[in-house]
């Protein structure tokens, strides 16, 4: 029996009238659908400007030098084409076991990266998809309408979660490999032993616009269980033995919750944007909720 698809379609329908939005100008992009705040070659009026040696003679204003004897230059608002680049988490710890209710993170991951592709794809946006663990896998780049849905959909339908999540490792591998600025939309648990707020800062200090989307399991914040207990690390097979009650319950969920505002505050100093998704919200909430709130889209 064949796999049900990532988003069926009446939410592909719903998705029809959004827009990924970014909040920075990034001078010299060109061509997208989104307005940015600077002037160039364009087709909306947006101001004059005096005509300095060396501007193009074609955007001069001629009739208001016949009125006043002194040469304007036509200013447009342009379109950017601003790099979009979304990281999807896929190591083991996204696909961890959980209340089987709902989505694990792994799969919830797939279907919102499809979902924020989709809307790219109706305005004609061109998204790289990029999994990663402990390195950046081979990605897949959609763009050219919302016919080109299918092969990206089919590309996350046969991702696999696989190996330890290296925050750091990838981040350097990100900036050398792409190192023209623009959206980075980040997709994970954000799970990393070593830490992964120093390189998101390496990702923002590059000059890119994060969006940050952290993913949990009921679980992972509010532990369900009560007594004595061995963990396995999904990713590193490591082996804990402890004993949990109400008050450890407490202090867990007390530090999961300083860890979610320790990624917020990483995005909000770059002027980024954070949002905190349990699987067990339903996804048209998350993009018409959540995200809308934070204008990742509108």
Known sequence: ??????????????????????????????????????????????????????????????????RLDKMFLKMFQIEPRVPVRMLVDTSMSMAAAQDSRFDNKFDYARRL????????????DTIEVLPFSGALREGQTCGGGRHRFTPLSRFLEALKPEGATNFLGVSRQFLNDYPQRGLVIVISDFLDESGCDMALQYLADYGNELMLIQLWAEEDRTPPWSGEFD???????????????????????????????????????????????????????AIFGNLARIRSIA
């Open 1 to 66: 029996m064949p796999n049900a698809p990532l988003l069926d379609r009446h939410f592909l329908e719903r998705l029809e009238r959004l827009t990924i939005h970014w909040q920075r100008s990034f001078q010299g992009l060109v061509g997208g659908h989104n307005r940015s705040n600077f002037a160039g070659g364009g087709q909306e009026f947006l101001d004059h400007r005096n005509y300095h040696h060396g501007d193009d003679l074609r955007a001069v204003n001629w009739r208001a030098f016949m």
């Open 231 to 285: 963990f396995v690390d999904a990713e590193s097979n490591a082996r804990l033995h402890i004993h949990v009650d109400a008050e450890a319950r407490r202090h867990y969920t007390e530090e999961f919750d300083r860890f979610a505002a320790s990624l917020k505050t990483v995005a909000m100093r770059n002027n980024g944007r954070y949002a905190g998704l349990p699987t067990s919200l339903p996804l048209e909430e």
């Open 113 to 124: 990266a499809a979902a924020l592709c989709y809307v790219g794809l109706v305005r004609l």
